[in-house]
């Protein structure tokens, strides 16, 4: 089994990337799915996130009301660093489990938004980075997620930087062009991986 890690900031077209390798024959485990499941509800990471940040990050059905959860992670510091101290542990348990199901010389691509945060780029046999500017970042949020100028930059500096994310990279895919562009780019590099 060959480990590669996908990261990414947020708007970069990893998500893109990522359904490509799929397609490929990559195996993936996407943090951010992993994220979500071990707080449905129900579970014991919700509990734990109730216990940690009180019912008002419940929606009245009971589920984890994301956007409230995220306007103050996205806000605060100090709040999104005890949201991930029970998020990623239970994600990394997840994360075990499905690569020991994973078939003999699969490539399995770990989708991980946050990888340059998590200081486990070292993990990895090799790190893609899916790059782009930070003006293309924020234009596509405001037009294809519908957020203000303000939630996009605030999402954005809540992540690393871009300097940070291709210090860590083996390959870097540039999202820049077009469709049939970032194609290409994605096969070459998941020939260069395999």
Do not use: C, Y
Request: proline letters at 4%; hydrophobic letters at 45%.
């Amino acid at each position: 089994m060959t480990r590669v890690g996908l990261t990414g900031g947020i708007a970069s077209g990893k998500s893109t990337v990522s359904a490509m390798l799929a397609e490929l024959g990559a195996v993936i485990i996407d943090g951010d799915a992993l994220a979500r499941e071990v707080v449905e509800k129900g579970t014991p990471g919700l509990t734990a996130v109730v216990e940690e940040f009180g019912d008002e990050v419940l929606t009245p059905a009971g589920d984890l009301d994301r956007p409230a959860m995220g306007a103050l992670v996205f806000a605060d510091a100090a709040a999104r660093k005890r949201l991930e101290a029970i998020v990623h542990p239970l994600v990394f348990e997840r994360i075990v489990e499905l690569e020991t199901t994973a078939p003999d010389g699969a490539l399995v691509v770990h989708d991980i938004p946050l990888l340059a945060e998590s200081g486990r780029a070292d993990t990895f046999d090799a790190v893609i980075v899916v790059d782009a500017p930070a003006t293309a970042q924020i234009e596509r949020m405001v037009r294809d997620r519908g957020w203000t100028l303000e939630e996009a930059e605030s999402r954005m500096a809540a992540q690393a930087g871009r300097a940070d994310r291709l210090a860590i990279a083996t390959h870097v895919i540039e999202n820049t062009g077009t469709i049939e562009d970032l194609r290409r780019r994605v096969t070459e590099v998941f020939d260069l991986v395999r």
